[in-house]
């Protein structure tokens, strides 16, 4: 059975950095297009990146787009979710999903139902205050 461990969160000040890593096993990571979704308290979950199998195409969030990096490693199984000027309204529960997609060549933000309430892992959290 599959698995995806989150980790990386933490507490950051406004205008800093933080570098999400999504672990992933019990499957062929390769063969999965690769997204990161987040949730903040009280909102509904956001797909923020999404990454193809091959890494070659990356799609982004206009919330989060020119400030994000998402990047995987399928020699490690990891995607990675390199975050910069962060703002306080980054502060979510981040969360990494796995799709199917072998043959994907462009990485499209279609949201899944139930991303983060039924996510494989448990997430890790950001936090963005002074």
């Known amino acids: 059975q599959g698995q995806l461990v989150e980790s990386g969160g933490g507490l950051a000040q406004p205008g800093g950095s933080l570098r999400l890593s999504c672990a992933a096993s019990g499957f062929t990571f390769s063969s999965y297009a690769m997204d990161w979704y987040r949730q903040a308290p009280g909102k509904e979950c956001e797909l923020v990146a999404a990454i193809t199998s091959t890494g070659d195409s990356t799609n982004y969030a206009d919330s989060v787009k020119g400030r994000f990096t998402i990047s995987r490693d399928n020699a490690k199984n990891t995607v990675y979710l390199e975050m910069g000027n962060l703002k306080p309204e980054d502060t979510a529960v981040y969360y990494c999903?796995?799709?199917?997609?072998?043959?994907?060549?462009?990485?499209?933000?279609?949201?899944?139902?139930?991303?983060?309430?039924?996510?494989w892992g448990q997430g890790t959290l950001v936090t963005v205050s002074s």
């Open positions: 999903n796995a799709e199917f997609n072998p043959t994907g060549r462009i990485a499209t933000l279609t949201p899944r139902d139930g991303a983060c309430l039924h996510a």
